[in-house]
């Protein structure tokens, strides 16, 4: 029954437009439409995503439909970014999916953002496999870093998560003092691989509990080589793969210290990654790592259902759909908004 269930899930809570089309939980299409005019200005301009969004809208969601072999009036229902995300873009998503729910007589049914990265992992995908519940998930994204303690499919609890920069703005952040274009995070990882992780000590903020912190990270970074461009200018250009290497290690050190720490405390023996930061090597090498030391089963999604895609958006439409409280009812876009409320 379940597999005759066909989900179109929207994803447009920053600055990709995505429309992916589920049939139970088997991906048949997850089209991403990236916006490259926030390159320009060093980072995501709200006002350039959503006009963006209103151009691309219409065309994704064709595509996807159109490569899924699938009539729209074969769909059972419409998932949608209902938040956190930036208002204008998640605003365009909404009434799209509200609008075309509408006129085919079939539920909407909105989405946690988070929520719906670490529902990815249970995507039907050979090259996938899921946790088991209960199990820790370290959700981290240019907007989020969270631990979140998962019991069930739609039963999910922060436990910690950034008081200030998240994992991926500051890797953005410190992208742009290095002067590398936006975004800056996947540059660094690559520029990383071929440089020396100890070169340079800089800060671990710490926060209590399984809280983080990223900001004075960022300080450190900029204060370290303002002091050393005062005796070369040049600095940067011949450190920077060193200098990137050493960011990735105090990044990937400082979300680890807090993950080994809750799953001492929770007693998970299974660990999930997911949001965009997720596609990192660095981080997926030292979580490997991590999880062989202490005898936990570790998942991590494929890269395409890492970064903000429809995909995720469809799983977690598909599980609201197929359970017992389903929430179908349209509610407005918020661009706040916490996990498991």
Known sequence: MNENIYILGIET?????????????????????????????????????SRA?????????????????????????????????????????????????????????PVHHMEAHIL??????????????????LTVSGGHTQLVLVNGFLDMKVIGQTTDDAAGEAFDKIAKILG???PGGPLIDKLAQHGNPHAFRFAR????????????LKTSVLYTLEKFQKEDPDFIKKHLNDIS?????????????KVKLALDE???K????????????????????????????????????????GAMIAIAGYYYYTSDTMRTSFLNPVARWQVGS
């Open 245 to 257: 290497a050493s960011v990735q290690q105090a990044i990937v050190d400082t979300l680890l210290k």
């Open 266 to 268: 929770t007693k998970c």
């Open 180 to 182: 590398l274009p936006y």
């Open 13 to 49: 809570s920053c600055d990709d437009t995505s429309a992916a089309v589920l049939k139970g939980r088997k991906v048949l299409t997850n089209i991403v439409s990236s916006q490259k005019i926030h390159a320009n200005w060093g980072g995501v301009v709200p006002e350039l995503a």
């Open 270 to 309: 299974h660990l999930a990654v997911a949001g965009g930061v997720s596609a990192n090597s660095g981080l997926r090498k030292a979580l490997s790592s991590l999880a062989e030391s202490m005898g936990v089963s570790l998942y991590v999604p494929k890269p395409s259902y890492c970064t903000d895609n």
């Open 53 to 109: 969004h209103h151009q691309s809208i219409v065309p994704v969601v064709d595509l996807a439909l159109r490569q899924a072999g699938i009539d729209k009036y074969q769909l059972s229902a419409i998932a949608y970014t209902r938040g956190p995300g930036l208002m204008g873009s998640l605003l365009v998503g909404a009434t799209f999916a509200r609008a075309m729910g509408l006129g085919l007589g079939i539920p909407v049914i």
């Open 205 to 216: 903020p710490e926060v209590p509990g399984f809280d983080y912190s990223f900001s004075g």
């Open 120 to 137: 990815a992992h249970f995507i039907d995908d050979p090259d996938m496999h899921s946790p088991e519940f209960p199990f820790l998930c």
